[in-house]
């Protein structure tokens, strides 16, 4: 059997268990006609803003195919990339799609089955969640293997090219395939997040700041639009975001097996360590289950032994992977096992310094006794002091596979081998993704059955059980979170090196000079620098502009709807909705294509060796700037939660208030930029390697 | 005349001016008891402060010093080099120290002379403004020309060497002596920097919002210690950080000159470049003056027009010393226009991002009204959307200037040529540093007049007065600010070639791969990207310590002391001055050594390649970042004296409180942790090449 088919076959099974679990949950029945009514507004909202988001999408999509398509007649690259583009934007868009009804099917029955019990809420919320899991792992397989397939047959059957030719081929389809993917993910991770938070900001600003009534209270109108929002930020972004990291640190390291010498083994070995990574993920599933009343230390048990037992497995099988592709290069185990463990550490440490149970947070939220200002300037600081162990951990994970898989050959040879063994790390370290996300993923499922339990006026258990599971998912959520800036981080290295491979295969007579001390590296160093900052300040700012918009729809209905406050009339749930969701998607639009153009431009001025040190520069700023972002936000979050825990003068206190301004802030740094800074590091270099040509052949300088 | 005696006149001439002016400032009399037993109280406490941070950071010099002399002593490096250390260190201090005798001498005069009226008071606090500009730019260029006599002397006299080792020699001894004065200027930017925030945070917060006094009431315990803070870290640490860009950009330019093929005259040319702007920094200053009761424009048009036209003349005069020095290479005259005209964009750019007249701030102080999570999202937004003109220009200036500069000679030397040539730019952008520095320097002056006027409960039109001046004064300062950072990041991009430059010349046997594929040089990037935001972390966390500090103590003195809200007890205000002191020094030494050491550290594990990455990385993400901290917090303070002059509600409303929030997270941003990058990027260079001959021989990777 080829290996390609094995990968291929593996696809299906995560499809198939993914359908089954999907089953197991729809037929749990619910009763509560009232929750059926609410489920469905957010199911339809979530449905009516997906749709429009994919519609604006893909005249993107369009635009990029026909230039693609151009470009490809009048001879300049292979006939197949404009479609390989395609079916890359179309696959997260699929599985986001997909997570979204997922989700949405999911959130009255975790609701539902929390009024029997924790364990039957748990079980609910998870399976949903694995499903979102295990359709993106799935689906990422599917893709890569089936363009794989569809190559291999073209070449040798229809069209016979030489090894090398295909090899070259292969490798630019798959990267353009990467492209589409990364375009994809970022338009939903941007949109997404700023319709979550613009919604979120705008239901608690004028519902529970300028109105006074609780949070999820059904007479809010925004209320729905701040459950629509969960489902397409929390499931359908990070799930097109993730898919990308999955699919691209795949890509990234076969698009540099050929430089590496290391043929097509190399280029299939990242496949199948992904694969068994998928059949050790679905064995780790089944060991997720929680006794009726256990403690929050005793669920999170639960799901870390899941998680642990599948990345021991594939720890294991990795070995026997390396040893069938590269019997005379062990080393990239060594590689497979340093992402492995990078992955946990920086998942550990985005835990310590975000989650209420270590001292930072509960620093923190003391802060907050001296006023707004100085808990802003702390969460700052921490955020930024957070940066230290995910870039040493990076740094090392780097260095050792680079080294161990390196030694031992020619020159060149020898450092783009160990090039791809940075790509090897990345490819380990995400191998467990498919339960890593189903651990991530149940978060927001059960975020929002507890928002359809408080709508529908439901027991006051069934919120506290539904809380229990939202705050365990907080803390997973901060594993999951480490893990995509990580992988981001090797990936986009690795992807960097497939730049300057791709543009010395171009024309193998120039020379290029890419040492820091060249001026046109230097120069887009500074504007990759710049970028991130540039990214995060226009998705920030978005989502103050989506919230304005939705504020004044709220005050509108506040005051013009007779009856609303004493409930005796209906909000108009939609126009919300649909106000968000215009201004979301109108908003999104400007920082996703300056992240398109810049690698285009930068070509344009500086040539490649200014796309280079651009690339050098989003990454590493980038990288440090989201985990910023990302644990700040997060720390400011459970600061509020610590304090609303009873700690340092309760709900409804000063101290409270100041914690509130500090979530605000966090909102959009955690929820918005912070993570599609994540995929912005890998669009730009998919970008750059897509376009090399152009700049290889025109720049001014 | 050898051109450097014409340097060293200048200096001379400069100082002297300095001393004249001082003077007749000082022949002002003030008659006022209450006035002069208050500026006597601040006067105190700056020096206290200044002698106990110069005891501290004396240990520091004495160690490096004693490391420096150990390894001279072994023969691994030329025996002037502590030497060279001591003075550089040295001089800023000094600097700093003469700039706050003259602003403690100048503030209650300038109060004084607001009585009479406001040309008056221009009159008085721009002189003391000039005698600071022109002290630290005479001792400056006095600094580098007794060095280079007493090397010249040496070698040619008491130790004859060939005209290649002296020269490796002064280079090394000119960079050591940068490195001296990175140090001296680090510490006294981030020890003054703590000190002048956290007595700002601890009187108002105290004394502003739990007692409800104004501002600078003499009641409160720490208002002389924020009287104190402005001299100590505005004026003296100001006065030393920016000696530092003055000096080290000359040292870094000179560096090159070997590498350059351009001999001594490369070395002499940015010393004498400084010099002819001293001269024509002094002619400017005669054309500030202003009628009685001019308006804010007219001021800024008659403080602008002084820079101007000394920018003119120096325009005019450096091609005649560009023609002096290079009769066949009138290239570098276009860097030194590039590097004017980009100090002065770059300053505008500031002052459009920054001031309250612009767009920008008056939109901000509108988010107000959303809370105070909006204005600090907005006002972060706004910092890091205004980096991309800094970066665009500072761009430009490197690539034009390196272009022009590299055109036509042989590859490795027209490359060398071309970096020099970003040397000077520059060299040219700080040439009129003195008549920049003096339009910056007499805002705390006069912000201090206003403090003492209000303290002795002079008439209200004083205060009027000094406060036209004091406002004036952010618009100057936020040009000056420009200047700093942008000839930060030029600076430090002729510091990475000069590192690179020195590694080689150790052993030129050894090739090395400065790529940024190479992944110790990523690592290094990494790691480099890193550091700002961890000295950031540190910087603003201190603010905090500190104050906290301070609060404490003066909480105790409203309770403890009876009759001092009655006005019938004073306060002690010397118990403040001290533990703000104290916390100070305390917490101004972790983040300083880490700068230190971290370029030994990364030299050790990664080597020199790695160090160039980290280098690169610190500079790019450094400037970047400095600019968005320095613009936000200016932004955030204008936003909030916007609403203070009457929009939006006006002092006292909801919307200023909010906006008040955003100044407090702001203060740190712009006058500790931001300002304090600048230096952070050349400090690291420096100690990176005096220190390379340990990263070449011992590295692990």
Not at 35 to 51: C, E, P, Q, V
Not at 482 to 496: D, E
């Amino acid at each position: 059997m080829s290996p390609v088919f094995f990968v291929f076959l593996i696809a299906l099974i995560a499809l198939v268990f993914a359908v089954f679990l999907f089953n197991k949950v729809y037929k749990y029945s619910v009763n509560n006609e009232k929750m059926i009514s609410i489920a469905k507004a957010i199911r339809r909202g979530a449905k009516a803003y997906l749709i429009r988001q994919y519609k604006s999408v893909s005249v993107f999509f369009a635009i990029v195919f026909l230039i693609l398509l151009f470009v490809s007649f009048s001879g300049h690259i292979n006939k197949f990339l404009p479609f390989s583009f395609l079916l890359g934007g179309f696959l997260p868009a699929l599985s986001g799609f997909i997570g979204m009804k997922t989700a949405t099917m999911a959130n009255l029955r975790t609701a539902s089955a929390a009024e029997s019990g924790l364990n039957e809420c748990l079980n609910v919320a998870f399976s949903a969640g694995n499903v979102v899991g295990f359709i993106v792992v799935g689906f990422g397989l599917l893709g890569i293997s089936v363009l794989f397939f569809f190559l291999k047959f073209w070449y040798t059957s229809v069209e016979v090219l030489s090894n090398d030719v295909f090899t070259q081929n292969l490798i630019m389809n798959m990267l353009t395939f990467g492209m589409g993917v990364s375009c994809m993910s970022l338009f939903a991770r941007v949109g997404g997040g700023i319709f979550t938070k613009a919604a979120d900001v705008a239901a608690d600003l004028v519902g529970k700041v300028e109105i006074g009534i609780p949070e999820d209270d059904p007479r809010n109108p925004a209320v729905i639009a701040d459950n629509v929002g969960d489902n397409v930020g929390d499931i359908a972004g990070m799930g097109a975001d993730l898919y990308e990291s999955y699919v691209n640190a795949i890509i990234s390291t076969a698009s540099l097996a050929a430089a590496a010498g290391l043929g097509m083994n190399g280029i299939i070995a990242p496949m199948v360590l992904s694969a068994v990574g998928i059949i050790f993920s679905v064995i780790g599933t089944f060991f997720v289950k929680t006794k009726e009343d256990a403690s929050q230390k005793t669920l999170l048990r639960s799901l870390r032994s899941g998680t642990w037992i599948s990345s021991g497995l594939v720890a294991i099988g990795s070995f026997f992977v390396i040893r069938g592709f590269f019997p005379s290069n062990l080393s990239f185990f060594c590689a497979v096992i340093s992402g492995l463990i990078a992955g946990m550490i920086v998942g550990f440490v985005t835990e310590y310094f975000t989650s209420g149970t270590y001292s930072p947070v509960i620093n923190l939220a003391k802060t907050s006794e001296t006023g707004a200002g100085t808990i802003i300037i702390n969460g700052i600081s921490l955020g930024m002091s957070s940066t230290v162990w995910p870039v040493i951990i990076i740094g090392a994970t780097v260095l050792i596979s680079f080294l161990v898989s390196s030694g031992g050959l020619s020159s060149n040879l020898s450092f783009s081998r160990g090039l791809y063994g940075v790509g090897i790390s990345a490819v380990g370290m995400l191998s467990t993704l498919g339960i890593t996300l189903a651990t991530d993923a149940f978060g927001p499922i059960a975020d929002n059955a507890g928002g359809i339990a408080e709508m529908a006026k439901m027991d006051s258990k069934v919120r506290k059980r539904t809380d229990a599971l939202d705050s365990l998912g907080n803390t997973t959520a901060a594993t999951g979170k480490g893990f995509a800036i990580a992988s981001a981080g090797l990936t986009s290295l690795t992807l960097i090196a497939a730049y300057v491979t791709q543009a010395r295969a171009i024309n193998p007579s120039i020379i290029y000079d890419f040492s820091v001390i060249n001026p046109s590296v230097l120069v887009g160093l500074f504007l990759g620098a710049m970028l991130p900052f540039i990214f995060c300040a226009l998705t920030m700012s978005a989502v103050g502009t989506a919230a304005m918009s939705m504020v004044h729809e709220v005050r509108r209905q506040f005051k013009s709807i007779i009856g609303l406050m004493e409930g005796t009339a209906e909000p108009d749930y939609e126009t919300c909705v649909d106000i968000c969701t215009k201004s979301s998607i109108r908003l999104m639009i400007a920082p996703s294509i300056i992240a398109v153009l810049s690698p285009i431009l930068v070509g344009f001025f500086l040539g490649v060796t200014g796309v280079a040190g651009f690339l050098a520069g989003v990454t590493v700023t980038g990288f440090v700037l989201a985990v910023m972002m990302s644990n700040s936000g997060g720390a400011w979050d459970n600061a509020k939660k610590y304090i609303e825990a009873g700690n340092f003068g309760g709900k409804g206190s000063e101290n409270h208030k100041c914690a509130v301004v500090g979530d605000t802030v966090g909102d959009p740094f955690k929820d918005t930029s912070g993570p599609a800074v994540n995929i912005l590091l890998k669009l730009t270099s998919m970008v750059a390697i897509v376009s090399v040509g152009l700049a290889v052949t025109f720049h001014l300088i």
